[in-house]
């Protein structure tokens, strides 16, 4: 049985003690039944050390590891044609640097760390970027369900969007815009937040997505999922996860393994 770890940010500097240092998460990991972990950029900086470690480890533990590049919207006032020329020159290099996906992009009003104007601009400009460039991307929406989709609507209306365009990276949205989402063709995924006893809303979101849409990830080092909630979240907690999945969905442990392994598998090029 393995598990595909579809975001961890493992470069993150809450992991900088030496008793979670990447080769020690990495035999974590391996021990725990994860094969394949996605490393996502949330800034160029971030990008750019997803990529170095993605490059670095691949192998390590008999880990697959993979990446993806983009400027998060709290990042969106850091977005420079510098940047871009970065991003464009990475993903022009996609097979050889591993990165499988732009992102995480979106919008973020909870925080507002960048102006919301802005917030869309820059995430309207790495929606047509990876539409040129045939490549998933990776959306993070916290508070602006109502924006987000307004901005897919018109790129999936005006044929902008591929048939699967990504993910919805820790979905918080309701059914319904969940439902609208998958009917565009994205992947949905279930991090710790479905563990949370007082969460109502993410398992009625995950009864609604069929199960070739449904992916696991950690956000690690964040949302770590019960019974380890409070501590620092690592890959070798998605299968919390995975096990959490199974019971909502009435399959068992394996199954949902196996089905939400292919699904990232197939999201990301990897099948």
């Known amino acids: 049985m393995s598990f595909f770890d579809t975001h961890a940010h493992i470069y993150d500097r809450k992991y900088e003690t030496a008793e979670t240092r990447v080769e020690d998460i990495l035999s974590r990991s391996a021990a725990s039944g994860v094969t394949r972990i996605l490393i996502p950029g949330d800034s160029k900086e971030s990008s750019m050390a997803a990529v170095e470690l993605a490059g670095a480890f691949n192998g390590k533990c008999g880990m697959e590891l993979f990446c993806s ?29 591993r990165i499988r996906a732009i992102g995480e992009i979106g919008l973020d009003y909870y925080y507002d760390l960048s102006e919301r104007n802005v917030q869309r601009e820059v995430f309207e400009k790495q929606l047509l970027m990876a539409y040129e460039f045939d490549i998933p991307f990776i959306l993070h929406e916290r508070d602006a369900t109502g924006d987000c989709l307004e901005i897919l609507r018109s790129f999936y209306k005006g044929g902008k969007l591929r048939k699967e365009p990504g993910v919805c990276h820790c979905c918080s949205c309701s059914p319904e815009a969940s439902q609208e989402l998958i009917k565009m063709g994205f992947y949905i995924g279930f991090d710790g937040p479905l563990t949370f006893k007082n969460n109502k809303k993410t398992p009625e979101v995950l009864k609604i997505t069929p199960l070739d849409r449904m992916v696991i990830e950690t956000d690690s080092p964040y949302l770590t999922p019960e019974p380890n ?19 909502i969905k009435g399959i068992t442990l394996e199954e949902a393994a196996r089905i939400t392994y292919d699904n990232g598998s197939r999201l990301y090029g990897l099948s």
């Open 69 to 97: 590049v983009g400027v998060h919207p709290h990042e969106a006032k850091t977005y420079s044609d510098d940047v871009e020329k970065y991003l464009r020159d990475s993903i022009d290099r996609r097979e050889e640097l």
């Open 229 to 247: 909630r409070g501590s620092i979240n690592e890959p070798c907690h998605v299968a919390f996860i995975c096990a959490k999945l199974a019971e």
